[in-house]
């Protein structure tokens, strides 16, 4: 009770219940994930890195970040992807395993956002691959791209 | 504008001062002064901020601008080239950060520096074929490109059976940005390190062009994330030079609350990305736990986290009643508290300096060599800060302690960190304390005249600049300029006595912007 209470004190998250990412899915007990910047203004990065801070425990629900490809079931992809990182965003996403799953974080990543129409961009990541779950916002708050990650990491098809 | 045929220096007279925050002398050169004017800046102990180029009107004629910073002020020195010329004179033997600009500058306009070897497209990868220059009249019209990778860039290798190449990138290990690293070692020892960068390029300077000022005031908010309070006041204050409009006390006062902040909350963040490349968890939740907590407040107070649309041309779009401040006071005070209650324990921690001491040094004299500024700059011993020098509105009645080390390694620039946060929470309080009444923002004109101005501010990173230029009510021309311009050249020789295990930490304590570069 106490270290509750010292938690919520520390946090202030009020007793929020935090959905993991266990479920019937194909990941079932934990999603592995790698995150690739395809042209971002690096702010979704930083929320990426306030997630995993101490006040997300992005741990604590099943999720964990990778650093390699190979060893990831979803590939988190932000920004409005550049042509000049189009190849590499599709070779990271053949490198992984199956079953495996995309997920756009911010409007990017999402529509293109503020760069969309530019010569240099392809625009949503759907234009490149198969995209599982998005996540908009300029940039969305670590809550939010937690929240998407446990949902797609949930989904039993994929 | 007085042009000038001579090979002589401009004399003071034929400057001409335009309306701008800072004092920024501006004038138009031949192509003999040219070279004669960047030769007098680096001889007066002068730097180069940035060097870009414009399209004339059909394509029949380019303007190439440099921006120099001396003891004086800010010289913004334009050349005229006709196309049928194509060329102008390189700056790279004057000022070695040149280079990549002038290779960047041919990319998007087609103009090339003579004198400059290196011919290698910089910021143009496969997927855009030479000879298509974006920042052009007309080129792009019904032009489609594809995404090809950047296969065969030629690598200044090392040709030796004794040397290994380790390609770094452009997907990394951690949650950074893409670029692409290729390292020439012996061992684990480093012998060379080259960078290959373009990868976040989104065509920005062409997405500002035909906008409305208050349209690009949020693209400008979106150049670097890390650094939108930065680029969103150096834009807003380019724009408030053309229109002639002079922005309300508070809203200055503001903007700087905003631009501390950023930097509190940067500083925090590196802080904790340093310690975690040390293997130091311990260090990464303290400091992005404190973070966490900044950049909430941000979000109750300001809307949002990291300050993005905050800062816009004319003012601010908040403001703060007693208790917000009253809040931010507290809880600054309570972060001060905190970091240097970490401060004193991780100086006495061995196995972190051990890591940080030492580690990717650069000495003041090749530092000045090669035109270091910023945090990193100030680190190794150079001592540039807008806020100190050429301090606009409210900087002139704040008294900016400047943070200087000679140390030149990963553990000043770490050092560096905590004094410029703490120097920080300084201002945002005597900010706070003396915030002036009234309006928090002055109304542009939606036919704003025609002009051309330039906006640059000391963001946490460095300096950040803004040349726009504005015709008919809509931007013609705009050009943002981030600090890591000057300085990813600077990364690759910082690494050259360390291991490759050490990288990280190096590039770490450097934290350049890659989006920011990129455009």
């Given at each position: ?9 520390r ?23 790698r ?61 992984m ?53 446990v ?8 | 504008m ?32 040219w ?94 074929p ?70 976040t ?8 062009q ?59 963040g ?52 007693s ?9 600054s ?27 990717g ?12 500024a ?35 390694d ?11 946060f ?17 309006d ?80």
């Open positions: 009770m106490y270290r509750i209470l010292k938690e919520i004190w946090l202030g998250i009020p007793g929020k219940k935090i959905i993991s990412a266990k479920g019937q899915g194909p990941f079932r007990r934990s999603a592995a994930i995150h690739v910047d395809a042209g971002s203004c690096n702010a979704c990065e930083l929320e990426i890195q306030a997630l995993s801070g101490p006040h997300y425990g992005l741990e604590q629900v099943g999720l964990n970040l990778t650093a390699s490809p190979r060893h990831a079931d979803l590939l988190m992809v932000t920004g409005p992807v550049s042509r000049h990182m189009a190849t590499a965003l599709q070779d990271t996403f053949s490198a395993p199956n079953p495996k799953k995309v997920v756009a974080i911010g409007d990017c990543a999402c529509t293109g956002g503020i760069f969309a129409g530019s010569y240099a961009v392809v625009g949503a990541v759907e234009k490149v691959l198969p995209v599982a779950g998005q996540c908009p916002g300029c940039p969305p708050t670590p809550e939010a791209i937690r929240q998407t990650l949902q797609v990491a949930r989904q039993t098809r994929s | 007085t042009e000038l045929g001579s090979d002589t220096l401009p004399s003071v007279g034929q400057w001409q001062q335009i309306l701008s925050a800072p004092p920024v002398w501006r004038v138009k050169v031949q192509a003999a002064s070279t004669s004017a960047a030769l007098a800046l680096r001889d007066q102990g002068g730097r180069l901020l940035g060097l870009w180029g414009e399209a004339g009107h059909e394509n029949a004629f380019f303007y190439i601008h440099a921006l120099g910073l001396g003891s004086t002020g800010y010289l913004w020195i334009t050349l005229t080239v006709q196309s049928s010329e194509g060329q102008f004179p390189s700056l790279a033997d004057i000022f070695p950060a040149a280079s990549r600009m002038e290779r960047a500058l041919y990319d998007l306009t087609g103009i090339r520096a003579t004198g400059n070897t290196d011919t290698r497209p910089w910021l143009r990868h496969q997927c855009w030479a000879g298509i220059f974006p920042l052009r009249e007309g080129q792009l019209d019904g032009r489609s490109f594809g995404v090809d990778g950047d296969a065969d860039y030629p690598f200044q290798l090392i040709d030796s059976v004794d040397v290994h190449q380790i390609p770094v990138g452009p997907v990394h290990a951690g949650t950074i940005e893409p670029g692409h690293f290729r390292f020439s070692c012996i061992g684990e020892q480093i012998l060379r390190l080259e960078e290959r960068l373009g990868y390029h989104k065509g920005v300077e062409r997405l500002f035909d906008r409305d000022v208050f349209a690009g005031a949020r693209l400008a908010g979106r150049i670097s994330g890390d650094t939108t309070a930065g680029y969103a006041w150096a834009y807003s204050m380019a724009v408030e030079s053309i229109a002639r409009c002079e922005i309300p006390p508070r809203a200055a006062a503001l903007r700087a609350v905003c631009l501390e902040r950023e930097r509190m909350a940067n500083h925090l590196d802080l904790a990305a340093l310690g975690n490349d040390a293997g130091f968890v311990f260090c990464q939740s303290q400091f992005l736990f404190i973070k966490e907590n900044l950049l909430r407040e941000n979000r109750e107070i300001f809307g949002h986290r990291y300050l993005m649309d905050c800062i816009i041309p004319g003012g601010v779009a908040f403001d703060l009643n208790a917000q401040i009253a809040t931010m006071q507290r809880n005070e309570s972060w001060q508290r905190t970091v240097q209650r970490l401060d004193l324990l991780l100086q006495e921690h061995s196995g972190l300096r051990d890591r940080l001491v030492g580690t040094k650069i000495a003041p004299a090749r530092a000045a060599a090669l035109g270091m910023g945090l990193a700059g100030r680190a190794s011993g150079q001592a540039w800060d807008l806020r100190v020098q050429f301090p606009h509105a409210p900087y002139q009645n704040l008294d900016v302690s400047m943070q200087l080390s000679p140390e030149g990963v553990a000043a620039r770490w050092q560096l960190r905590f004094r410029e703490y120097e920080s929470v300084r201002l945002q309080t005597q900010l706070l304390l003396d915030l002036p009444g009234g928090v923002s002055a109304t542009i004109p939606e036919s704003i005249p025609d002009g051309e101005a330039l906006g640059i501010v000391e963001a946490w990173r460095g300096e950040v600049f803004v040349a726009l230029s504005v015709e008919n009510a809509r931007i013609k021309r705009c050009h943002p300029h981030d600090p890591s311009w000057v300085l990813w050249p600077v990364l690759e020789e910082a690494v050259l006595n360390d291991i490759v295990a050490d990288f990280p930490l190096i590039n770490k304590s450097f934290n350049l912007s890659y989006s920011g570069h990129d455009l």
